[in-house]
């Protein structure tokens, strides 16, 4: 396919994800829109231009086939006629199982190959995966009843990621070791062809004899079913902190804690459960009564656990009022259209040369409260990081007196520190504010600083950033390693 270049004001996204099963591509074009509600600027009039069918993701052994998948992944991309030197921003993430493969990494470096200005490559971050799955499947359903919390569970090949949301907003997330693949099975059949480490756990616990070569009885299905589904249930009612079993637990990667108020009860502000990944996408399925593949033939237990969630009283209530967009693509399409923040307008960036900075540790948050002692305590951490590092900044309000007093002090700070000239480090305002702090913490430019403050970033709790090169005067941001409580404001009263 030839080539396609983008038009003037369009910003080219694309999403990688690299699952237990299946590996996904997207490749999408988008504008640039202020947001009416948030007021923040974001992308948006977002269209689909290159979408193939997923593929099974390649494995030797327990080991990613890396170079099987990289020629994939530019077989899609000349399929696509994309140049990465066009892609503005977007993401890949090794999911599930695939990211306890021991070269994981090496998807991250394939990806950076060939996207070096944009795209954010994470292995393992269970978090992120959960955020974007729910923005990729269910934000529209929480926009359209903003009272209501929505839990959105991620199910696929070697993990369950949930996350719950409300107008769109995700405040909780969790990931459990519960997918199709921990059970692996000839196709067609349920003799077992291998076992993860957790459902060899599982089996053991649950007096299951059955080894690679042997075949499931019926009696090992119901069981293995009812083990995941009443894992998920007890996630989803609160229950799972209190009386967890040692196999529950050991099948926990990140604790999903239930704020008291969404707990799933009666009434229009009950919570809503949605579904996505790929035996997700199946359950919808069954739910509208349209026809499944045969038994087992992925290869794995994914049809009959669709099957079993449907059964739930408590997971399938929805699945017939609620249907999301995203289902067994929500991951990819959150990687490519939700994985990047844009910048406010009033930005300071007197050495735009300076990005993209990729991989930027967030250190800790600045206020008008921060003591003298704590800025320097953060600014000698941040001299210690060789690529550079990121500081949140929140003001009570965007007064001019706040935004003076606190650049002010980090100028002082800045100088008595004597912190490095050639160490960039940013800035990540919530308000409106960027230009007027990065004057006053440089004294007006005369400070010799690599400071960038950009603003309008949202509040969301994450460990590292990767800062994007400037694109239309703005410039985009991908906050990864998000922490399971991602609004600090939010109290846990259960």
Known sequence: ????????????????DVGSTTSSLLVA????????????????????????????????????????????????????????????????????????????????????????????????????????????????????EPTRPFIN?????????????????????????????????????????SLSPFAKTMLSDLRISAQPGDEL????????????????????VGRCRNDESSTASQHTQVEFVLPADAVVGNGDRRGVVTLSGGVGELAYRCA??????????????????????????VLSRDLRSHVPAGLGRAT???????STEVSGATLYLPRPELLPLADLPILGSLDGDTTDADLCALLDVAARCSAGVCLRVRLPNDAATSVRALGTRLAVALERFDFPASKPLVLLAEGNIGKSLGHYATRWGQAATSLIVLDEMPARIAHLATIGAPHEQLVPVSLYGLAAQLDERTVDTT
């Open 1 to 16: 396919m030839e080539t396609q270049e983008p038009r003037v004001g369009e910003w080219r996204l694309v999403g990688l």
């Open 29 to 144: 074009s988008a504008r640039l829109i202020r947001n009416c509600v948030t007021g923040r600027n974001e992308l948006g009039e977002v269209a689909i231009l290159f979408r193939p069918a997923p593929v099974f993701t390649p494995f030797n052994k327990d080991e990613l086939a890396i170079e099987q998948l990289a020629r994939q992944l530019d077989d899609w991309l000349a399929a696509a006629g994309l140049n990465p030197q066009t892609v503005t921003s977007g993401g890949a993430l090794v999911t599930g199982l695939a990211a306890r493969a021991t070269n994981a990494a090496a998807v991250r470096r394939m990806v950076r190959d060939r996207f070096p200005q944009s795209v954010v490559a994470r292995a393992d971050d269970p978090c992120l995966e959960s955020w974007l799955a729910f923005m990729g499947n269910s934000l529209a359903l929480s926009r359209a």
């Open 153 to 193: 569970l991620d199910i696929g090949g070697g993990t369950t990621n949930i996350a719950l949301g409300r107008d769109g907003e995700v405040g909780r997330c969790g990931c459990y070791y519960v997918g199709a693949r921990h059970v692996q099975v000839e196709p067609g059949t349920y003799r077992i062809r």
């Open 217 to 236: 009885t019926d009696g090992d299905l119901r069981a293995i079913l009812e083990f995941y589904v009443g894992l998920l249930e007890a996630v989803v």
């Open 288 to 313: 509208q009564g349209l026809p499944l593949p045969d038994t087992t033939s992925f290869g794995d237990l994914g049809i009959d656990l669709a099957r079993r969630l449907c059964e739930s009283p």
């Open 332 to 338: 990819v399409h959150g990687l490519t259209v939700h």
